[in-house]
């Protein structure tokens, strides 16, 4: 067999059983014993360290003997040893937001008890103590992090222990004992999705050798990594619907009008995925048969969902992930004085912008700053949470991160601040690479992400106004009245219209757009719109700002654009073809997009600059994704490179999920393929869901997908990681 990767069909050496003898012996053995020593003492100095800073800044401290802080320090030490566990135990059975709560809560609580036990009561009185246990528990996580040089040693070590706990209750070992858990010899699978990351990005960041992690990977042979197209729409839901569920048809846009029910899905708001979801089961999702599904907007039909949006809840009781994460002072409490300094320097990188005169750019104001600090918190404790699911031996694990989503939606999908997050999600896969040790599986990893993301000024920045007073000129309407409450809904996003539907709904995601005469139940076509409004289509198609708008007329589909139009359905141009700055896989795009759900009677997609591939998004986002146009469209999959593919040229997400399932069914983790076999295009799986088929999308351009790898070492021998890979 070819230097690399061992395959998951070899057999994976057992370890031999150990007597009590032979496990004293590697309990005491120097190595171990030094590191805890060295944890120890690191423990202690920056206990003493936060402790005499503390002490200084109170007003009224009446000592700063060392030796009283040496003993204050060993005095935490003995409270936090027997408040901890019991802190633990009340987070565990709060669950949820009590947990949050009394993650931060256990913190102030071991320094303020530390502080009221201390013989020379330096402080005195409940707001100082309160006072000085808050200030302890801020600088202690600047400490730790600055001690580990913004590395995640110390979260690492914390979800290490949390695995070993998990592992030893499971084999029904809860006291101590001096046997040690070994790596799990079945395999199982770990996919994580790097939200919004394009393959262009992702390629020129290893290559710029900014992504060490995955670097390592490729360049020792062990993965490749490849770009798939998504197709029309690229976005999340869209996305996960087809690569969990294999029915992405069902999504037309991020946000849609249904004209049956006159409502306004979001598929981000928790009742809405939740219907959403019940259209697109049929349980054999991705990750049925024991699958875990953590921070996704859909659930795959997985058998234990966390932070999954469909299935909206906080993990409960039996997330010892989340309690350990909330309780830790390496959990919550960090990320929390963490993501309040990562505020501050999202203020400090706006206003390095706006100096410099940067353009494209956005406000990065308003939500945005509590959506930065909130992302990372997040990306902490899912790996929490798949830590404790890799202890746990979920056959099946898939965890969404959306830190670099979020950022470069306001950035810049290319801008410095956005590929330092891309940079943090490669350093959550070597944590979780660290972890593999402690699993009770071999996990095989899998990267990939959803969707990419395409620059560019907004259509509001460019041309003055909003797409919707466009629509509005153009009907005829009077664009001075106030802004009905379904249109309100669409850009701002309420629970539920509250008036009268505005008689043209225009509903955005990215550059790609919905419009929905609303007072006729059924989709009109081009005659019955040109009849009502016969200056809108014309109108549309020739703003500089708008690509193409896509309608239905007798003949089939057709995309209209300033110059021409080109019909979906036999590929007749006349005129300029509109499709050519899109691309290749524009007609086929369309012409599937068509056959989705709930769609608009009109569709639109902005111009884009055939030089530089930027985007007009219809909402205030200088980085969007949605439509066709730039990078958006190329998403990317890293995997083990000796594993087989149905096809080079992976096209849509529905092609992904049976990529997938063949994967599990190779590990035996499924026990056969669900559903007719598909090609690139996926189109059997299309027929299957009741979509009838469309042509085959055009094959991606050979060469230039996959990095030069290296099988071995400069000297031969397979390089360290080629052979523990899979994890």
């Given at each position: 067999?070819?230097?690399?990767?061992?395959?998951?069909?070899?057999?994976?050496?057992?370890?031999?059983?150990?007597?009590?003898?032979?496990?004293?012996?590697?309990?005491?053995?120097?190595?171990?014993?030094?590191?805890?020593?060295?944890r120890a003492l690191r423990s202690a100095l920056?206990?003493?360290?936060?402790?005499?800073?503390?002490?200084?800044?109170?007003?009224?401290?009446?000592?700063?003997?060392?030796?009283?802080?040496?003993?204050?320090?060993?005095?935490?030490?003995?409270?936090?040893?027997?408040?901890?566990?019991?802190?633990?135990?009340?987070?565990?059975?709060?669950?949820?937001?009590?947990?949050?709560?009394?993650?931060?809560?256990?913190?102030?609580?071991?320094?303020?008890?530390?502080?009221?036990?201390?013989?020379?009561?330096?402080?005195?009185?409940?707001?100082?103590?309160?006072?000085?246990?808050?200030?302890?528990?801020?600088?202690?996580?600047?400490?730790?992090?600055?001690?580990?040089?913004?590395?995640?040693?110390?979260?690492?070590?914390?979800?290490?222990?949390?695995?070993?706990?998990?592992?030893?209750?499971?084999?029904?070992?809860?006291?101590?004992?001096?046997?040690?858990?070994?790596?799990?010899?079945?395999?199982?699978?770990?996919?994580?999705?790097?939200?919004?990351?394009?393959?262009?990005?992702?390629?020129?960041?290893?290559?710029?050798?900014?992504?060490?992690?995955?670097g390592t990977w490729l360049r020792s042979g062990?993965?490749?990594?490849?770009?798939?197209?998504?197709?029309?729409?690229?976005?999340?839901?869209?996305?996960?619907?087809?690569?969990?569920?294999?029915?992405?048809?069902?999504?037309?846009?991020?946000?849609?009008?249904?004209?049956?029910?006159?409502?306004?899905?979001?598929?981000?708001?928790?009742?809405?995925?939740?219907?959403?979801?019940?259209?697109?089961?049929?349980?054999?999702?991705?990750?049925?048969?024991?699958?875990?599904?953590?921070?996704?907007?859909?659930?795959?039909?997985?058998?234990?969902?966390?932070?999954?949006?469909?299935?909206?809840?906080?993990?409960?009781?039996?997330?010892?992930?989340?309690?350990?994460?909330?309780?830790?002072?390496?959990?919550?409490?960090?990320?929390?004085?963490?993501?309040?300094?990562?505020?501050?320097?999202?203020?400090?990188?706006?206003?390095?912008?706006?100096?410099r005169n940067l353009l494209p750019r956005v406000?990065?104001?308003?939500?945005?700053?509590?959506?930065?600090?909130?992302?990372?918190?997040?990306?902490?404790?899912?790996?929490?949470?798949?830590?404790?699911?890799?202890?746990?031996?979920?056959?099946?694990?898939?965890?969404?991160?959306?830190?670099?989503?979020?950022?470069?939606?306001?950035?810049?999908?290319?801008?410095?601040?956005?590929?330092?997050?891309?940079?943090?999600?490669?350093?959550?896969?070597?944590?979780?690479?660290?972890?593999?040790?402690?699993?009770?599986?071999?996990?095989?990893?899998?990267?990939?992400?959803?969707?990419?993301?395409?620059?560019?000024?907004?259509?509001?920045?460019?041309?003055?106004?909003?797409?919707?007073?466009?629509?509005?000129?153009?009907?005829?309407?009077?664009?001075?009245?106030?802004?009905?409450?379904?249109?309100?809904?669409?850009?701002?996003?309420?629970?539920?219209?509250?008036?009268?539907?505005?008689?043209?709904?225009?509903?955005?995601?990215?550059?790609?757009?919905?419009?929905?005469?609303?007072?006729?139940?059924?989709?009109?076509?081009?005659?019955?719109?040109?009849?009502?409004?016969?200056?809108?289509?014309?109108?549309?198609?020739?703003?500089?700002?708008?690509?193409?708008?896509?309608?239905?007329?007798?003949?089939?589909?057709?995309?209209?654009?300033?110059?021409?139009?080109?019909?979906?359905?036999?590929?007749?141009?006349?005129?300029?073809?509109?499709?050519?700055?899109?691309?290749?896989?524009?007609?086929?795009?369309?012409?599937?997009?068509?056959?989705?759900?709930?769609?608009?009677?009109?569709?639109?997609?902005?111009?884009?600059?055939?030089?530089?591939?930027?985007?007009?998004?219809?909402?205030?986002?200088?980085?969007?994704?949605?439509?066709?146009?730039?990078?958006?469209?190329?998403?990317?999959?890293?995997?083990?490179?000796?594993?087989?593919?149905?096809?080079?040229?992976?096209?849509?997400?529905?092609?992904?999920?049976?990529?997938?399932?063949?994967?599990?069914?190779?590990?035996?983790?499924?026990?056969?393929?669900?559903?007719?076999?598909?090609?690139?295009?996926?189109?059997?799986?299309?027929?299957?869901?009741?979509?009838?088929?469309?042509?085959?999308?055009?094959?991606?351009?050979?060469?230039?997908?996959?990095?030069?790898?290296?099988?071995?070492?400069?000297?031969?021998?397979?390089?360290?990681?080629?052979?523990?890979?899979?994890?």
């Amino acid at each position: 067999m070819a230097v690399g990767p061992p395959s998951p069909r070899d057999p994976v050496p057992v370890p031999a059983t150990r007597g009590w003898a032979a496990e004293l012996r590697a309990l005491i053995a120097w190595r171990r014993v030094s590191n805890r020593l060295r944890r120890a003492l690191r423990s202690a100095l920056v206990t003493f360290v936060v402790l005499s800073l503390t002490l200084w800044l109170m007003p009224g401290v009446r000592s700063t003997d060392v030796f009283d802080t040496l003993g204050l320090v060993v005095l935490v030490a003995v409270v936090g040893a027997v408040l901890r566990p019991l802190l633990l135990a009340g987070v565990i059975a709060l669950g949820g937001w009590g947990a949050m709560l009394l993650g931060v809560v256990a913190q102030v609580t071991i320094i303020a008890v530390a502080l009221e036990l201390d013989p020379s009561k330096r402080v005195s009185g409940f707001p100082g103590v309160v006072l000085a246990a808050i200030l302890a528990v801020i600088f202690a996580a600047i400490l730790d992090w600055m001690a580990d040089s913004g590395s995640d040693d110390t979260f690492v070590q914390e979800a290490q222990r949390l695995m070993r706990g998990v592992r030893r209750r499971r084999s029904g070992r809860r006291l101590f004992t001096l046997r040690r858990t070994y790596p799990g010899t079945e395999p199982g699978m770990l996919v994580v999705q790097l939200d919004g990351v394009a393959e262009p990005v992702l390629r020129w960041a290893v290559r710029a050798g900014n992504l060490p992690t995955i670097g390592t990977w490729l360049r020792s042979g062990s993965h490749t990594m490849r770009g798939w197209h998504t197709g029309l729409p690229s976005t999340t839901p869209a996305a996960q619907a087809g690569i969990l569920h294999g029915a992405s048809a069902h999504i037309p846009a991020f946000r849609w009008y249904e004209k049956d029910i006159g409502r306004l899905m979001v598929a981000n708001r928790p009742r809405d995925a939740a219907a959403i979801e019940r259209r697109l089961s049929d349980g054999r999702g991705l990750l049925a048969d024991g699958g875990v599904s953590i921070g996704n907007a859909f659930s795959g039909d997985a058998t234990t969902n966390l932070l999954t949006v469909s299935h909206a809840a906080l993990p409960g009781r039996s997330a010892r992930g989340w309690a350990a994460f909330m309780a830790s002072p390496y959990g919550f409490t960090r990320a929390l004085v963490l993501g309040v300094a990562e505020v501050f320097t999202e203020l400090h990188q706006a206003r390095l912008q706006r100096r410099r005169n940067l353009l494209p750019r956005v406000s990065r104001s308003g939500a945005f700053l509590a959506l930065r600090p909130a992302s990372m918190l997040l990306r902490d404790v899912n790996v929490s949470l798949v830590a404790e699911q890799m202890a746990r031996g979920a056959p099946m694990i898939y965890c969404d991160l959306v830190d670099y989503d979020e950022v470069a939606h306001h950035a810049g999908p290319a801008r410095p601040e956005s590929m330092r997050q891309l940079e943090n999600l490669d350093r959550m896969l070597g944590a979780l690479e660290r972890l593999a040790p402690e699993a009770a599986r071999r996990y095989h990893l899998v990267v990939l992400s959803d969707h990419g993301q395409s620059q560019g000024a907004t259509f509001r920045q460019r041309y003055g106004e909003t797409l919707s007073r466009v629509v509005d000129r153009l009907a005829a309407t009077p664009v001075d009245e106030p802004v009905s409450p379904a249109e309100q809904e669409a850009t701002e996003e309420p629970e539920f219209p509250k008036g009268p539907v505005a008689p043209l709904l225009v509903v955005s995601s990215g550059n790609l757009a919905l419009l929905y005469v609303t007072g006729d139940p059924q989709r009109l076509g081009r005659d019955a719109i040109e009849r009502a409004y016969p200056r809108l289509i014309a109108g549309l198609a020739g703003h500089p700002g708008i690509g193409l708008v896509v309608v239905a007329d007798t003949d089939g589909p057709v995309a209209i654009g300033g110059g021409g139009s080109h019909h979906l359905r036999d590929g007749r141009v006349e005129g300029a073809d509109p499709l050519l700055p899109y691309g290749p896989h524009a007609r086929a795009d369309l012409l599937r997009h068509q056959d989705s759900a709930h769609l608009g009677d009109l569709v639109l997609i902005s111009a884009v600059d055939p030089v530089t591939r930027e985007v007009a998004a219809f909402e205030e986002l200088v980085g969007s994704h949605g439509g066709m146009g730039g990078w958006q469209t190329d998403a990317v999959l890293v995997h083990p490179s000796d594993w087989p593919l149905r096809s080079d040229a992976l096209a849509g997400p529905d092609a992904l999920h049976h990529q997938l399932v063949d994967w599990l069914v190779m590990l035996g983790l499924r026990a056969e393929p669900v559903g007719p076999e598909v090609d690139a295009a996926g189109e059997s799986q299309a027929v299957e869901r009741g979509n009838p088929p469309e042509p085959g999308l055009p094959s991606r351009p050979p060469g230039g997908n996959e990095l030069p790898q290296a099988s071995a070492s400069r000297d031969g021998a397979p390089t360290r990681f080629s052979r523990t890979h899979q994890y």
